[in-house]
C-alpha cells in the first residue's frame, strides 16, 4: 500500500518568485532544510531529466537517526516535471542501506496564484515506510515556512 502526506501554506509572493525559489541552488539550500537541519546542494542541474543531490545534516542527531548515516539523509532528487510558475514534480531517492526507507518518493509543488500571493500545496507520494507520517508532514510544513521567510523578505 502506498501513503500519501501533505502540507500546504499561503505564501505572500507571486508564484513566479515561489517557482524561481525551487529552482535556484542557493535559495534551496537556505530554505529546504526543515528545523534542526541545515542543507548541502552536491550538484545542480535544473531541468526536465535533470536533478539535485542534497545532503541534510541533523544538528542534533541524539533524537532524530539519520537515514543515510548517524546524523545525515542524503537524498537524490530528480526533476521529472518543471511547469513555470505552475508545478515542480521531483522524483527523490534516499541513500540508505536500509530497506525501511528504499523506493522512489514522487515530491509535486503545486502553485496556484491567489489574490494575496500563493498556495502552495505539497503532495508526497510513495513515501518509504520508514519515514514517520506525522515527521514527515511536520518537516514539510517546516520548509514550507522557511520558504514563505524567503520570498517574502
Known sequence: MTRTDRAARSVAAPPG?????????????????PDGMRGRVE??????????????????ASDAPGKSSDAT????????????AVR????????SDDPAY????????????TA????????ATDVPPGIDQADHEAGIASSLA???TYVES
Open 17 to 33: 518568485a515561489v517557482y524561481a525559489a525551487l529552482l535556484d541552488r542557493a535559495a534551496l539550500e537556505s530554505w529546504l532544510p
Open 43 to 60: 550538484h545542480w542541474d535544473p531541468r526536465p531529466g535533470g536533478g539535485f543531490r542534497m545532503v541534510l545534516t541533523h544538528l542534533d
Open 73 to 84: 539523509d542524503v537524498v537524490d532528487v530528480g526533476f521529472a516535471e518543471l511547469v513555470p
Open 88 to 95: 515542480v514534480v521531483q522524483r527523490a531517492v534516499f541513500a
Open 102 to 113: 528504499a523506493g522512489t518518493m514522487t515530491m509535486t509543488w503545486d502553485l496556484a496564484g
Open 116 to 123: 494575496t500571493g500563493t498556495e502552495v500545496t505539497v503532495t
Open 146 to 148: 522557511h520558504l514563505a
